[in-house]
């Protein structure tokens, strides 16, 4: 016997709640923004447009469903079923923030305060939340096959991001490394940056984008569908012992770019979520490439 579908619906604290946590009080909230030439009303309004939302969503999910709700703060600790779907109930970058643990379940995008949000993976008004359940589990429902990117490094860890994946020194300092493809007899090239960026076409809105635009790069941007990543060296240093021959290129399926740690350490974290990083040190390597799974936004 199948089970019935489970809602998930992943939200993430408001900034009013992030300020009576850090304040105790409504009151004492007030004073602190005040202080800082900020009304408290604002924040406010904004906060009870999400609410609202949270609770007209989690009333739309079908009786016959199963329910339950995560923070962001919780994602790295919960567990995801192959018959969930989830509900984003935020900003465009909380979609980016789950992506890295779904593997397939229908995701829908519901921006929680319109106006303030781009729309690109939140597309969809509460008041829809009903009629996308339904068409996320029926057949035929429509949804977006997102590209996303891949790190697998030689000890197994493993990192999915959305948007991209940053790899270089905690602190974005300056790391040492060897960078190249995975033809045999390739060496690579020793460097020394302050790190390598690899995005994918939803990425290419964002970090992907300003280095893309910094380097006056000739290459086509990825769109979100493309089974295909760019990638750029940030700041790379010229010097006798390392070189900047290799500072961007272009992936596609089952083309991957190696890096092979030449420091005492390097993180590699997706999405901007440095909580969540592998750890390298001396000697490991790791692989970037485009990812097996992707994104399924529901549209």
């Known amino acids: 016997m199948s089970l019935a579908p489970r809602a998930v619906l992943v939200h993430r604290r408001t900034e009013y709640e992030e300020l009576l946590a850090r304040h105790g009080t409504h009151g004492q909230a007030a004073f602190f923004l005040s202080s800082r030439g900020r009304s408290i009303d604002e924040v406010v309004r904004r ?11 989690a009333a739309a999910v079908p009786l016959t469903w199963r329910s339950t709700r995560v923070e962001r703060a919780d994602l790295d600790r ?24 779904l593997d397939g379940q229908p995701v829908v995008g519901v921006d929680a305060d319109p106006g303030r949000n781009p729309g690109v993976l939140v597309r969809h008004r509460r008041a829809d939340a009903a009629a996308l359940l339904r068409a996320a589990v029926a057949g035929g429902g429509r949804a977006e096959e ?5 790190a697998v490094a030689d000890d197994t860890q493993r990192l999915l991001a959305l948007n991209e ?51 006056g790069s000739a290459a086509v941007l990825p769109a979100p569908c493309d089974r295909r990543l760019l990638w ?57 490439g485009v990812a097996e799974t992707s994104l399924r936004l529901v549209v």
Do not use: C, I
Not at 47 to 57: D, S
């Open 232 to 288: 750029f060296v940030r700041e790379a240093w010229p010097s006798p012992a390392t070189g900047t021959s290799r500072v961007a290129g272009e992936l596609g399926p089952g083309q991957g770019l190696r890096l092979t740690v030449e420091s005492d350490r390097m993180v590699v974290f997706g999405d901007g979520m440095e909580a969540d990083a592998l750890e390298l040190t001396w000697g490991q390597s790791v692989r970037l």
């Open 47 to 57: 906060h009870e447009h999400t609410a609202r939302a949270l609770r007209e969503v």
């Open 78 to 101: 919960f567990l995801f079923a192959p018959e969930d779907v989830v509900v984003v109930v935020g900003q465009d970058g909380l979609v980016a923030n789950t992506a890295k643990y």
């Open 146 to 150: 997102l590209t996303m990117v891949e």
């Open 165 to 215: 994946v940053y790899l270089g020194p905690p602190g974005h300092q300056t790391a040492r490394y060897r960078l190249g493809g995975e033809a045999d007899g390739d060496p690579g090239e020793a460097q020394a940056s302050s790190g390598v960026l690899v995005g994918t076409g939803t990425g290419a809105t964002g970090w992907l984008r300003s280095l893309w635009l910094e380097r």
